[in-house]
Structure formats: structure tokens, C-alpha cells
């Protein structure tokens, strides 16, 4: 599985490179929200089954989480660059 999201008050930010001080309690927030999806969708033991990151080179704007399946399965990942790129 493979969900991805974006608050609102990150949609200028194109890329990690483009985070300031000013974006920590909208990224910690975005971080906990994409936990709490997790747990709800796998129960307490999300920690192993899910892995949440940015990709570290985006090929997608704007800067957007994605919460992914820890055995990457998901019609979306579809290369090697799709699993390196996190």
C-alpha cells in the first residue's frame, strides 16, 4: 500500500531543501496525522508495517509525505528508483 498527503499550509514548499524554521510545527504535526493514519490502518503494530518519509529527490511538487507498506508492495512502486528515492 502506498497513501500520500499534503497539508494546505505546505503547498508552496517544493522540496526538503525549501523547509525553514518557520515549517517545524507544520511538519511535526504533518508527521504525527501520518502516524495516526498508519496505526489506524494496520492497529498499534504500524511501526513495523509502515514506513512514512519524503522523498529526498521529488519528482512530484509539492513537498508531499508518503506512508508505504514496509514490503513496498504497491502498484506504485514500480522501480528501483521509486524505492531508492525515499
Known amino acids: ?4 498527503t ?11 531543501n525549501d ?9 511535526r504535526e ?3 496525522l501520518a502516524r495516526r493514519i498508519a496505526a489506524a490502518i494496520s492497529g498499534d503494530a504500524y ?5 512514512i518519509g519524503y ?4 519528482s512530484l511538487h509539492p513537498l508531499h509525505l508518503h506512508i508505504i507498506s ?6 506504485c512502486v514500480t522501480t528501483r528508483k521509486h524505492i531508492v528515492s525515499f
Open 1 to 4: 500500500r502506498n497513501y500520500s
Open 6 to 16: 499534503n497539508p494546505s499550509c505546505l503547498m508552496n514548499v517544493k522540496s526538503l
Open 19 to 27: 523547509l525553514t524554521k518557520k515549517h517545524l510545527d507544520e511538519l
Open 30 to 32: 504533518f508527521h504525527n
Open 47 to 51: 511501526q513495523n508495517s509502515f514506513k
Open 55 to 58: 522523498h529526498s529527490i521529488p
Open 70 to 75: 514496509s514490503d513496498l508492495d504497491s502498484p
